[in-house]
């Protein structure tokens, strides 16, 4: 058996992604927590890994030519595993394309709107003092909105997000838009997500990627220390 990929992990909606595509791919990996609560994110060792200091990261030590590589960005993580595995890319050029796109599509629509929709509608207002934005609400509330009316439409044609094969792209949507209620959003019109959301969710790998140390995830609302760690202002 081949050496274990590293991932450097916490359960979050990004984490998940990396995760799930591992247990999918059927590869081997161990589990190092990476508490960004805490700050474990700014830890010297894992910013070698990772500068942005963001998680998930990977170390893959039978990497190009057999030699360890490191990877970080969700996205990049997951067509790294792709292309290793010749899993869940697609097969033909055009249907790489479609994985592509809509992994792009989340990576910097859905992810971003909806992570800020998280922040305004439940984070901010329970800070010290409370930041209660009604346009920041609205905006992010809204976003989130129309993106998941783009994905309803393109479901509403084919049975994945890139056609009729599941893919790195459905991986990368999932976590984020099972998260749906807390973006305070309804599936009621719909029905294509909906039926998507129930599909995906049953997978027997999705529900073990998703377990992934799922007892350390805590309402941020309650955890002060965790606002001082994951919203102060950058230097």
């Known amino acids: 058996m081949a050496d274990p990929i590293e991932l450097y992990f916490w359960p979050t909606p990004n984490g998940w992604k990396i995760s799930i595509a ?4 059927g590869l081997h990996y161990n589990l190092n927590l990476v508490n960004i609560n805490r700050g474990e994110q700014y830890d010297p060792a894992f910013l070698a890994i990772s500068p942005n200091n963001k998680m998930p990261a990977i170390v893959d030590p039978d ?27 697609g097969t033909t050029e055009r249907e790489r394309i479609a994985v592509e796109q809509w992994l792009m599509w989340q990576m910097g629509g859905l992810g971003p709107m909806a992570g800020q929709a998280h922040h305004f509608l439940k984070y901010a207002p329970s800070m010290d003092p409370p930041n209660d934005l ?21 479901l509403d044609s084919n049975h994945y997000v890139a056609g009729d094969f599941y893919s790195i792209a459905d991986m990368a949507i999932w976590g984020w838009a099972s998260l749906w209620e807390g973006q305070e959003q309804t599936l009621d019109d719909k029905p294509n997500l909906a039926r998507w ?36 202002s950058s230097e």
């Open 22 to 25: 591992l247990e999918e791919m």
């Open 63 to 89: 990497g190009p030519d057999g030699k360890p590589v490191s990877v970080f960005e969700s996205g990049a993580i997951l067509t790294y595993l792709a292309r290793k595995t010749g899993q869940f890319g």
């Open 134 to 154: 009604p346009y920041a609400k609205d905006r992010y509330r809204s976003e989130t909105c129309r993106l998941y009316k783009v994905l309803d439409k393109q």
């Open 197 to 232: 959301l129930d599909e995906i969710s049953a997978r027997p790998a999705v529900i073990r990627g998703r377990a992934l140390a799922a007892d350390l995830r805590v309402d941020l609302r309650k955890d002060k220390k965790a606002h001082e760690v994951l919203f102060k």
